[in-house]
């Protein structure tokens, strides 16, 4: 995977300013004694604030930048940690005494006043010198426009046929062969549909899906999405779940095989498993076997999306035929640009200037749907033929590396494109797992404890509804997907692609970790989201020095 680092430090200094910021407002600085050195923290912050876009478009190419960008985030997450302990003992003082309304109540013990004083003017002697740095790495300073979101487009993300186009042909060819399939005296034989990521795999194969039950080619059907954790047991718990029946046998594998054989008795089925990585033979044969031993009848089949052509070889006791996705063409990729704009903008036309670089920019996009789909949701926030150009002519397009890194590479322009508080929430997804279904309730209540949601001065709107506009942000530029309604048309959660999830592994790389069994970490690591791995019966012990750092902590049997 391409390395894309640092680059959602403008968020984190603007965190840091907007707390700064908030305590002078307050009055708090005064109440705790701490006034001038609050006052000369925002000052240090906003001038070197200035100075972060330049350097987040040279780090790239630039080590001794990418060096600068990474002491800075340090120091900056030093201020937002020491900061936030100050609110911690404001609120704790507040309890303790029961004086909730006037924040000059606050009283500060002298030796804590004093540890604080001194441990802010680090941070300022360090940003300071940081600053000197900057002029000696050439750094300019360059204006920046407010971080808030500014309009919020229309959504509509129920299955999202703009990536649909030119797949007609795919779709009938993959059900044609599932027709010769069933007349076959096998028990169970499938189709591998094969590509790159963002292709379109799992568009064509949710289609198929469709189509299939509609027309009624199999007694059964059921949707698994498989991943990188292929387990047998949990494959086969969720089928029989899809298939309408209860899950009590899924502790037992025999159990599990026994329960789904004598309902499956002269019955066929339909199993799509979605986004298969396995390529361990061991495993897939395994697989293979069990899905033998439930079978009494022929004509079932299994259809499997994979990037590796080697995933069907691994389930010898089935014949698979392999079916490899093309790219689509350049007016396609166009086609997905401007449905997009004109689906999701406040235009309701586009200009021929914009139409003129529109067309070059979907030459770019490689064919691939979700590339110019999280495009066209970037296109469709601005109108400004400049940033039009700006996005045609990013050097991203040009970087010579292979598919999935190019892929990344590429993507991270939409996600540069994003305004600061965007940014955060976006790399904040990934911490959770892939083909994790995120409650869209709890994903904004989690922005709201991580204090990423600004909410203007003048605004009436709750943090919920900032937060609810920011989820319809990241949704109108395709980086969610698959979002579930409810009856009443309310969205209630929704996915990620697997590429886009890799974009925000990627920007988040050294904020976010995923601690796995037999994993060591670095005691000095500047972790501030951690998601840990473990078994039921093992106890993670974090090291005292990565707990302290820590904004988030999620645990995961």
């Known amino acids: 995977m391409a390395e894309i680092a640092l680059t959602i430090l403008s968020p984190v200094i603007e965190e840091a300013v907007s707390k700064t910021v908030s305590f002078l407002k307050k009055r708090i600085g005064i109440a705790v004694g701490l006034e001038k050195e609050l006052d000369k923290l925002r000052d240090s912050?906003?001038?070197?604030?200035?100075?972060?876009?330049?350097?987040?478009?040279?780090?790239?190419?630039?080590?001794?930048?990418?060096?600068?960008?990474?002491?800075?985030?340090?120091?900056?997450?030093?201020?937002?940690?020491?900061?936030?302990?100050?609110?911690?003992?404001?609120?704790?003082?507040?309890?303790?005494?029961?004086?909730?309304?006037?924040?000059?109540?606050?009283?500060?013990s002298p030796s804590f006043r004093n540890r604080m004083a001194t441990k802010i003017n680090n941070i300022i002697k360090q940003l300071n010198d940081l600053k000197d740095w900057a002029s000696m790495i050439n750094l300019v300073v360059t204006l920046r426009?407010?971080?808030?979101?500014?309009?919020?487009?229309?959504?509509?993300?129920?299955?999202?046929?703009?990536?649909?186009?030119?797949?007609?042909?795919?779709?009938?060819?993959?059900?044609?062969?599932?027709?010769?399939?069933?007349?076959?005296?096998?028990?169970?034989?499938?189709?591998?549909?094969?590509?790159?990521?963002?292709?379109?795999?799992?568009?064509?194969?949710?289609?198929?899906?469709?189509?299939?039950?509609?027309?009624?080619?199999?007694?059964?059907?059921?949707?698994?999405?498989?991943?990188?954790?292929?387990?047998?047991?949990?494959?086969?718990?969720?089928?029989?779940?899809?298939?309408?029946?209860?899950?009590?046998?899924?502790?037992?594998?025999?159990?599990?095989?026994?329960?789904?054989?004598?309902?499956?008795?002269?019955?066929?089925?339909?199993?799509?498993?979605?986004?298969?990585?396995?390529?361990?033979?061991?495993?897939?044969?395994?697989?293979?076997?069990?899905?033998?031993?439930?079978?009494?009848?022929?004509?079932?089949?299994?259809?499997?999306?994979?990037?590796?052509?080697?995933?069907?070889?691994?389930?010898?006791?089935?014949?698979?035929?392999?079916?490899?996705?093309?790219?689509l063409s350049d007016d396609a990729c166009w086609l997905i640009i401007k449905e997009k704009f004109l689906r999701s903008s406040t235009e309701?036309?586009?200009?021929?200037?914009?139409?003129?670089?529109?067309?070059?920019?979907?030459?770019?996009?490689?064919?691939?749907?979700?590339?110019?789909?999280?495009?066209?949701?970037?296109?469709?926030?601005?109108?400004?033929?400049?940033?039009?150009?700006?996005?045609?002519?990013?050097?991203?397009?040009?970087?010579?590396?292979?598919?999935?890194?190019?892929?990344?590479?590429?993507l991270k322009i939409s996600f540069n494109h994003l305004t600061s508080p965007l940014k955060k929430c976006f790399s904040y997804c990934s911490i959770f797992p892939k083909d994790f279904v995120i409650e869209k309730d709890d994903l904004v209540q989690l922005w709201m404890a991580q204090g990423f949601l600004y909410q203007p001065n003048e605004s009436s709107a709750t943090m919920e509804d900032v937060g609810n506009d920011y989820f319809s942000d990241l949704l109108s530029n395709s980086l969610f997907k698959d979002v579930y309604r409810d009856k009443f048309g309310n969205i209630r959660s929704c996915k990620m692609h697997d590429a886009v999830h890799d974009l925000a592994l990627s920007v988040s790389k050294g904020d976010t970790f995923i601690w796995e069994t037999g994993c060591i970490v670095d005691q000095d690591a500047k972790i501030r989201h951690l998601r840990v791995k473990h078994d039921k019966n093992e106890r993670p012990i974090i090291p005292r020095a990565v707990a302290q750092r820590l904004h988030s902590l999620f645990l995961e049997e």
């Open 45 to 108: 912050l906003i001038l070197i604030q200035s100075v972060i876009q330049h350097a987040e478009e040279r780090q790239e190419s630039d080590p001794a930048i990418k060096h600068w960008l990474q002491k800075l985030k340090d120091v900056a997450y030093e201020a937002v940690d020491a900061l936030g302990e100050c609110e911690y003992k404001i609120l704790k003082n507040k309890v303790k005494s029961h004086r909730y309304s006037n924040p000059e109540s606050v009283y500060f």
């Open 145 to 327: 426009g407010q971080s808030c979101p500014k309009q919020h487009p229309k959504t509509d993300s129920f299955l999202d046929n703009s990536t649909v186009f030119e797949r007609e042909d795919d779709v009938s060819r993959i059900l044609g062969l599932l027709r010769d399939l069933r007349r076959s005296q096998h028990p169970i034989s499938g189709i591998s549909i094969v590509g790159m990521a963002g292709i379109g795999k799992t568009t064509i194969a949710k289609l198929v899906y469709m189509k299939a039950k509609e027309e009624k080619l199999y007694d059964l059907a059921a949707w698994v999405c498989v991943s990188e954790d292929f387990n047998d047991q949990i494959i086969l718990g969720e089928m029989s779940e899809h298939f309408g029946w209860s899950a009590a046998t899924r502790n037992s594998i025999n159990a599990l095989l026994e329960d789904l054989a004598e309902k499956l008795e002269n019955k066929t089925f339909l199993l799509i498993l979605d986004d298969v990585w396995n390529e361990n033979p061991d495993k897939g044969e395994h697989f293979s076997s069990c899905l033998l031993k439930i079978l009494k009848t022929t004509g079932s089949s299994i259809v499997i999306t994979t990037r590796s052509g080697k995933v069907a070889s691994t389930m010898e006791s089935i014949p698979i035929q392999r079916y490899d996705m093309e790219r």
């Open 348 to 410: 309701t036309s586009m200009t021929p200037d914009l139409e003129a670089i529109g067309q070059d920019i979907a030459k770019k996009c490689r064919g691939l749907p979700l590339v110019a789909s999280v495009i066209g949701g970037t296109l469709s926030r601005q109108t400004s033929v400049d940033k039009w150009k700006d996005i045609r002519d990013d050097k991203a397009w040009n970087l010579n590396s292979r598919d999935g890194d190019k892929i990344l590479s590429i």
